[in-house]
C-alpha cells in the first residue's frame, strides 16, 4: 500500500482509504447493511494496509457507525486512524453537539476519533456551525483527548470555500474531486488553495459515486479501449486522483470485497507526478466526451434563481444530465431523492417561465423540470 505523510505529525496514511458510505447491503432489503460482508470487505482493507477508515452519523440511516465499530474490535481499532462528521443541522433534535458525539463514541465502541469533520460545509450549514459555536466545542473536545485532528467535509462553490479555509487553522479538509468535477464545488482550484495554505485534503467520490466506472456510453470506452494503457475505467479515475501530490488519501465507498481487493491493487504503487502527459490527455478526451454527451448545458451561473416556487433548477438540471449521461443509473435517482427535499423539486414547477427569461444559455427549462419531474418523481 501507498502512504503519504501527515506532515504536522509525520504520520502515515494510506493512499487508500475506506469510506463507510455504501457499504454491502442485503439483496432485496434496501439500505440494509450486510454486515458480514461489511466486516470482512473493512478487516480485510485494514490487514491489506489500509489505515484511515471513514464513516459519518447518517451514513445508512444511521448503521454504518455501529457496522464500522463492530470491523474495529479485535484489535482493529489499533491498526487505523478513525474519521466521522458532526451533522450540525441534527443538534437540535438529536440532544445538540455533545449529544451526537456521545452517541458517535458509543455507537463506534471507541474513546477517541482521530480526524474529526465538521459534516457537509455549505453557506447555510457553516453559519449554522458558527451559531453554534461547533468549532470551541471540537476544540475542547480536543483538549479532552477525544478529537486529535479537526477538519471539515464541503459542498459549495470555490469562492467560499477559500472563506472556510481562511476562518480557522484546520487540521485537514475533505473536497470532492475527480476527473469530471474538476470545475465542481471547491474543484482543482480548492485543492491547491488548501495546498498552498498546508492543509492536507482527503479526496471523496473519485468515481462520482460509480457513475465513471458503471453503464459507459459507448464512445467513451471506445477512447478508453483504444488507448495504449490498458486500464479499467477505475483505475483511470482512481490515479487521476493520485497523480496530485496535494491529496492525503483517497476515500472509496467499496460495497464488495471484489472492489475492496481491486482499489488496494490500483492504489498499491500510484505516486505523485505519475501520469505522463500523454495519459493526461487521454482522460482529458474523456472528459471532453462526457461533456459532448451533457443533454442541458446548463453553467450553474444561478441566473434563473431564485425560482417564484423554490424549485432548486440548476441541482434539478445536473440530476437530468446525469440521468442521461450516466446511463440512467439507479444510485441517481437515489442522490436526488436524498439531497433535493420536496419543496426544491421539479414537480412544482408552474411553468411560468420567468427562469427562461434570465437564461443565458436559453435552456427550455420548463420543459427540462417537466421531464425532471417524470423521470425522478413518477
Keep these: 500500500m501507498e502512504y ?9 496514511i494510506s493512499l487508500l482509504g475506506f469510506g463507510t458510505m455504501r457499504l454491502p447491503v442485503r439483496p432485496g432489503k434496501g439500505n440494509e447493511i450486510d ?73 463506534l465502541g471507541v474513546e477517541s476519533i482521530d480526524f474529526y469533520l465538521i459534516h457537509n460545509i455549505t453557506r447555510g450549514i457553516f453559519r449554522l456551525a458558527q451559531k453554534l459555536e461547533t468549532i470551541a466545542f471540537l476544540e475542547q473536545k480536543k483538549k479532552e483527548g477525544k478529537i486529535k485532528h479537526l477538519g471539515f467535509s464541503y459542498h459549495d462553490d470555490f469562492e467560499f470555500f477559500m472563506e472556510v479555509i481562511d476562518a480557522y487553522p484546520w487540521d485537514f479538509c475533505q473536497i470532492q474531486l475527480n476527473f469530471m468535477d474538476e470545475n465542481f464545488q471547491a474543484g482543482l482550484k480548492g485543492l ?19 457513475k465513471l466506472t458503471q453503464a459507459l456510453p459507448d464512445s467513451v470506452r471506445e477512447i478508453w ?24 488519501t483517497i476515500l472509496s465507498g467499496m460495497s464488495s470485497l471484489e472492489q475492496t481487493q481491486d482499489n488496494i491493487r490500483i492504489l498499491s504503487d500510484a505516486k505523485p507526478g505519475m501520469l505522463s502527459e500523454e495519459e493526461k490527455a487521454t482522460i482529458a478526451r474523456v472528459a471532453a466526451e462526457y461533456n459532448k454527451l451533457i443533454k442541458a448545458s446548463c453553467t450553474a451561473c444561478r441566473y434563473c434563481m431564485p425560482c417564484p416556487q423554490n424549485v432548486e433548477i440548476p441541482k434539478v438540471i445536473d440530476y437530468y444530465n446525469q440521468w442521461h449521461l450516466y446511463m440512467e443509473m439507479p444510485a441517481i435517482k437515489r442522490d436526488f431523492n436524498m439531497n433535493l427535499s420536496q419543496k426544491n423539486r421539479p414537480s412544482n ?25 417524470e423521470i425522478f418523481e413518477s
Excluded at 488548501?194 to 467520490?205: R, S
Excluded at 427569461?357 to 436559453?362: A, L, M, V
Design 4 to 12: 503519504r505523510t501527515f506532515e504536522k505529525t509525520g504520520e502515515k
Design 35 to 107: 454486515e458480514e460482508e461489511a466486516i470482512k470487505a473493512i478487516r480485510f482493507a485494514i490487514d491489506s494496509g489500509v489505515n484511515y477508515v471513514d464513516t459519518a452519523y447518517m451514513y445508512h440511516s444511521g448503521k454504518s457507525e455501529g457496522v464500522l465499530g463492530k470491523a474495529l474490535k479485535d484489535g482493529y481499532r489499533e491498526k487505523v486512524f478513525l474519521a466521522d462528521k458532526m451533522p450540525v443541522w441534527s443538534a437540535r433534535d438529536e440532544g445538540g453537539l455533545e449529544g451526537i458525539f456521545q452517541n458517535q463514541l458509543k455507537r
Design 192 to 210: 491547491k488553495y488548501a495546498g498552498q495554505k498546508g492543509i492536507p485534503v482527503i479526496v471523496m467520490e473519485p468515481l462520482k459515486g460509480g
Design 225 to 248: 479501449e483504444a488507448s495504449p494503457w490498458k486500464r479499467s475505467p477505475a483505475e483511470w479515475a482512481l490515479k487521476y486522483v493520485a497523480d496530485f501530490p496535494e491529496v492525503l
Design 349 to 373: 414547477c408552474i411553468d411560468c417561465k420567468v427562469c427562461e427569461e434570465k437564461c443565458p444559455q436559453h435552456l427550455p427549462i420548463a420543459q427540462i423540470m417537466k421531464d425532471a419531474a
